[in-house]
Structure formats: structure tokens, C-alpha cells
């Protein structure tokens, strides 16, 4: 079974910190995603990665970055955390134009 | 970039009701397409591709109408653990990159 696994399920943090959420997946996909959802808005793409090293922009990257620096491994990065960016959020993989696996989620609350 | 739209329902239907779900996508370029189920604080997970040809996996029956830019989800003889919220997921090719668009999703509550 694929599995994508993200390093917390809950996450509190205050405004202006710095905030790591990683995800790792183990079945060697070349894409990988990063979404948030929030209640009667859907999950929004944030930023995507086809490859190492590469990212693109999805809806809305503003006030986030990502790396990924290996493959199995992409992080998003919230350089300077703000409430309105309290939220859940879902990583995904996916071997091509294909089914995306995703991770379980974090929950991540901004005070 | 284009939208995907679904009605958030709820849709209520008692028990071994037939429910149909509707999703219409506005870029025609898209090229593939799939429905998810999402639980109470779960993740997405696939629950069927969709083809142009429409496919079946017991229940549950999907269609795409490439002409009028939509795709359709049957369910029959609804069970209560067919109580999840249904996204719709568009798949296009935009400046050379694949990007997925979700639709909002569309609740769907079976009671006995």
C-alpha cells in the first residue's frame, strides 16, 4: 500500500513563527502537493513538484515556500505564520496524471 | 485558473435510495477525471476514475460528457456507510505542468 505520512496530525504555533510541515511518501511517486482546506472552501493547491528540486505555484502560494530536496520528501514552509493561515492541511503523491494518495493531515492552528 | 463546481448538498436520502451527483468543470482542456469520498476529518481517498466510455464498480456508476463539460456520479441502493462528502477532481494541462483542480465537494447523509 502507498503510504504518505506528514509529521503532525495537530500543530499550534504563534503568529510570526516559522513553521516545517513535512511530508514523506514511500512509493517512489514523481508528484507530490501540497493543499489546505478549510469548511465551504475545498481543498486549494498550494504548491506542487514534479520532480526534485523543482516546484510550481498552485492557487495560492502566497505566504508559503516548499523545498524538496529528495524525492520521497516534500515540505511546505510558512515563513512567517499568520491566523488566517490556520487551517488543515493535506499532502498528496501521485505517480503521473493518476490517482493522488494523500497524507492524513495536519491541523495546524495559528493563535 | 478554471473552476470545478458541485453542489454542496447535503444531499439526505434514506437507505437503498438512488442518489446522482453532478459535476461540471470549465476548462476544456481537461484531460481526466476522477471522484474522491472524503470522511469526517479523513483524507481524500479515490474512489473511481472516470472514463469517456462511463465505468461501473458495483454500485456506483460514473459518466463524463466531455460535450457539455460535465461528470456525473450514481449511486444505488444507498447504505448509511455511503455517508461521506463526494469530490469531484479535474486534471488539466496548463503551460506544460498537470494540475488537479477539486471541486468543493458534495455532502451526502443516508438515515435508516
Known amino acids: 500500500d502507498v503510504k504518505v505520512t506528514q509529521s503532525s496530525r495537530y500543530l499550534v504555533k504563534r503568529t510570526g513563527e516559522k513553521v516545517f510541515l513535512e511530508c514523506v511518501q514511500d512509493?517512489?511517486?514523481?508528484?507530490m502537493f501540497w493543499y489546505r482546506q478549510d469548511p465551504g472552501l475545498g481543498l486549494r493547491l498550494i504548491y506542487f513538484?514534479?520532480?526534485?528540486?523543482?516546484?510550481e505555484k498552485g492557487d495560492i502560494p502566497e505566504g508559503y515556500s516548499v523545498s524538496r530536496e529528495k524525492k520521497e520528501r516534500f515540505s511546505l514552509i510558512l515563513e512567517s505564520a499568520s491566523t488566517n493561515q490556520t487551517s488543515m492541511y493535506l499532502c498528496?503523491?501521485?505517480?503521473?496524471?493518476?490517482?493522488?494518495?494523500f497524507g492524513p493531515g495536519t491541523r495546524l492552528t495559528v493563535l | 485558473r478554471k473552476e470545478v463546481e458541485q453542489d454542496p448538498g447535503p444531499f439526505n436520502v434514506p437507505e437503498g435510495a438512488t442518489v446522482a451527483f453532478n459535476c461540471t468543470y470549465s476548462?476544456?482542456?481537461?484531460?481526466?477525471f476522477f471522484w474522491y469520498r472524503q470522511d469526517c476529518r479523513k483524507e481524500p481517498k479515490l474512489l473511481m476514475s472516470?472514463?469517456?466510455s462511463g465505468n461501473e464498480d458495483g454500485r456506483f456508476t460514473a459518466q463524463l460528457n466531455r460535450a457539455s463539460q460535465y461528470i456525473s456520479l450514481l449511486i444505488r441502493d444507498s447504505k448509511l456507510s455511503d455517508s461521506a462528502t463526494y469530490l469531484c477532481?479535474?486534471?488539466?494541462?496548463?503551460?506544460?505542468?498537470?494540475?488537479?483542480?477539486f471541486g468543493r465537494g458534495t455532502s451526502l447523509i443516508v438515515h435508516p
Open positions: 498528496a503523491s501521485s505517480p503521473g496524471y493518476n490517482e493522488q494518495f
Open positions: 512509493m517512489d511517486h514523481e508528484n
Open positions: 513538484s514534479y520532480d526534485v528540486k523543482m516546484k
Open positions: 476548462n476544456s482542456a481537461s484531460q481526466s
Open positions: 472516470v472514463y469517456s
Open positions: 477532481v479535474v486534471n488539466s494541462v496548463t503551460g506544460g505542468s498537470y494540475i488537479p483542480t
